[in-house]
Each structure stands twice: as structure tokens, then as C-alpha cells.
């Protein structure tokens, strides 16, 4: 349906048509989503094709078009580029992380300029379709936009919670050669469940490198260092940390994780330690240090306090680990 669904948009694109005509066709045709029980399958019926703006973007047309792969909410964004000049397509992308029988709706959008090649980036953030959860998953995307066509650069899956219906769940920018996303990230434990999260990628040629800041919160930190591959681990930490990285990953993967303390503790920097335990009695003593968001980085993870900290009451408030940091 994809297929033909592109290959009839193409013909109204060349011919100029608007929108608003396109959409006229298409509910004429019976392809727009008929009024039934939400349960029912829509597959085979599409929502109206819309039209998106990125702000430096002045040569391609962006339509968008949601097509149904199921019942309910289960909606999957097709996003087709046009030159403006000629009508012709130039390239399309869907999500393409977790693999193709996930419906994924588009949030954020952002496409840099052309570069000596005449290559541009397209930095995307996605929704997975789901009606029942706010938890549904999220995907970050990098492709890259060439002559020939679109090319994947990057594509992963995050956890992170819906945004209020206001905002993007993912957002994304492009600058230069560098995309970020920011979202509604876990934490991994269950008193504050998301805080806000960012992820940045810097484009080299083939290879797609993640930049700091990991996080812009030590909670998020937190997170995301747990989350690390090793070769990536070993850049955001003391050896002393990078070398039990792989073992602390695995006692808390798939766990959730309770607060026992928030201390500052003296240095110059000062040391940050977060006590949280898991299912198991056992003390996790999580030690970074980082001013900045930039500056964050984990020097090392224990099982014992140190005594003469700054101990900060969690239960009033947990804002000295969820504020955001400056970069």
C-alpha cells in the first residue's frame, strides 16, 4: 500500500496540486478512515496527508503520510521529500529501528543544509503506536539525504514517556553536522520515572559518534551510563568506573532500582554519591562528579558511604538530581 501510496502522491505532486486537493481525492476514493469502533482493523485506510515546515528548508516539500497497519491508533508516518523546483521525489523515510511490523508515528523533524557534496542530514524523532500506554517507545533517527536517495545513519529505540499533548515526545534539531533530541527519559527507578533526557550525535563521514552532553541531569547520567556499550562507558568515566561498568549494567538491566541517599560530598569538584539498591539488600554507591552537563562523569561504584557529605532528604524532594545542569 506504501508503494502505491507514493507513486499516486508523486503524480499530484508533479502536477502542483495542493494538499487540501490531494486529501479531497483521497476521501472520495473511500481511503480515509471510516468513524468505526476503535477495535476495528483500518488497515488499508489512511488518515489526510499533511503538509510539514522546517523552518531553513525552503527548496523540498515535506508531506507526510499515516497509513494504518492495524486497528485503533496503529498509524505508521511515511515522510516523502520533493524538490520544489521540479515536483520530483528525492527521498522518503520511515522509522527504522525494532523492525517493520511496528506502527511508528513522526514527532520531531529537522533538516540541515547541503554540504559540499550536496548531502543533508535529516535528524527525526518517532512514536511507536500504541492507544493504551504512554510508554509506548520511542525512536531517534539520523539519515542522510544524497542524490541518490535517503541512507540510515542511525536508529535506536529510547525509553521515554509521551509529552503533554503540547509539546513533541521527541524533538529534533540539526546544527552543522550535529543532531539532538530531547525527550522524557527513564530513570530507572520508581518515584520519579522520567526526567528530562537528551541525546546528541555528531556525523563523521560513515560513522555517527554520541557527544555530551550524555545527559543534562545526574539522574538521567545515572541512566544513561548503566545504558552504555564498554567502548562507549570508558569515555564518561574514572577507570575505576569503567572497569565494573559491565557488571553494574547487568545487575541492572531490566531492574528498578530505590533511592536510599543523595550526598555532596567535599572536593573540586564536589563528589555527588546516590545510594539505590535493587531487589537484593546489597548497596549500589554511585560516585560522579560534573559541574556542568558536559562535565558529567562517573568516577566510581561501591558499596560503602562516605562519611562528613552533605546528605539532601530525597523524600521532600529529589530536585538536586532532576534539575536541569548548565552545558
Known amino acids: 500500500m506504501q508503494e502505491e501510496m507514493l507513486r499516486w502522491l508523486d503524480a499530484r505532486v508533479k502536477a502542483g496540486e495542493p494538499v487540501a486537493r490531494i486529501n479531497a481525492k483521497l476521501k472520495a476514493a473511500g481511503l480515509l478512515t471510516p468513524d468505526e469502533d476503535g477495535y476495528t482493523s483500518h488497515s488499508g485506510y489512511v488518515e489526510e496527508i499533511a503538509e510539514r515546515q522546517v523552518p531553513r528548508v525552503h527548496d523540498l516539500r515535506i508531506l507526510v503520510i499515516p497509513i494504518y497497519k492495524g486497528s485503533g491508533c496503529y498509524l505508521d508516518d511515511t515522510v516523502v521529500l520533493y524538490g520544489k523546483a521540479t ?23 529537522d533538516i540541515g543544509n547541503r554540504n559540499a557534496n550536496g548531502s543533508r542530514l535529516i535528524a527525526s ?26 541512507e540510515n545513519l542511525l536508529s535506536k529505540g529510547v525509553d521515554a514517556k509521551d509529552a503533554d499533548s503540547r509539546y513533541e515526545s521527541v524533538s529534533a534539531s540539526i546544527q552543522l553536522n550535529t543532531a539532538t533530541f530531547h525527550y522524557n527519559g527513564a530513570t530507572g527507578e520508581g518515584a520519579m520515572l522520567s526526567a528530562l533526557s537528551i541525546a ?6 560513515d560513522r555517527v559518534v554520541r557527544e555530551a552532553p550524555l545527559a543534562i541531569n545526574r539522574v538521567g547520567f545515572l541512566h544513561e551510563w548503566l545504558m552504555l556499550d564498554e567502548a562507549d562507558a570508558v569515555r564518561w568515566s574514572a577507570s575505576e568506573a569503567a572497569g565494573v561498568h559491565a557488571v553494574v549494567a547487568k545487575a541492572f538491566a531490566h ?54 557529605c552533605q546528605v539532601i532528604d530525597w523524600q521532600k524532594s529529589l530536585e538536586s538530581v532532576a534539575r536541569e545542569l548548565p552545558w
Open 255 to 308: 531492574n528498578v532500582f530505590g533511592w536510599q541517599r543523595i550526598a555532596k560530598c567535599p572536593g573540586d569538584p564536589p563528589v555527588w554519591e546516590i545510594s539505590v539498591t535493587l531487589d537484593d539488600p546489597r548497596l549500589y554507591v554511585f560516585r560522579m562528579n560534573g559541574e556542568r552537563a558536559t562535565e558529567l562523569r562517573m568516577l566510581g561504584v561501591t558499596s560503602k558511604e562516605t562519611s562528613g
Open 87 to 109: 515536483g520530483a521525489r528525492v527521498g522518503w523515510i520511515n522509522a527504522e529501528s525494532m523492525g517493520s511490523e511496528f506502527a511508528r508515528s513522526l514527532n520531531g523533524l
Open 200 to 205: 546528541r550525535y555528531r556525523v563523521e563521514g
Open 125 to 150: 524523532g518517532w512514536n511507536t503506536s500504541n492507544c493504551s500506554s504512554n510508554w509506548n517507545g520511542k525512536v531517534i533517527q539520523i539519515d542522510r539525504l544524497k542524490l541518490a536517495g535517503v
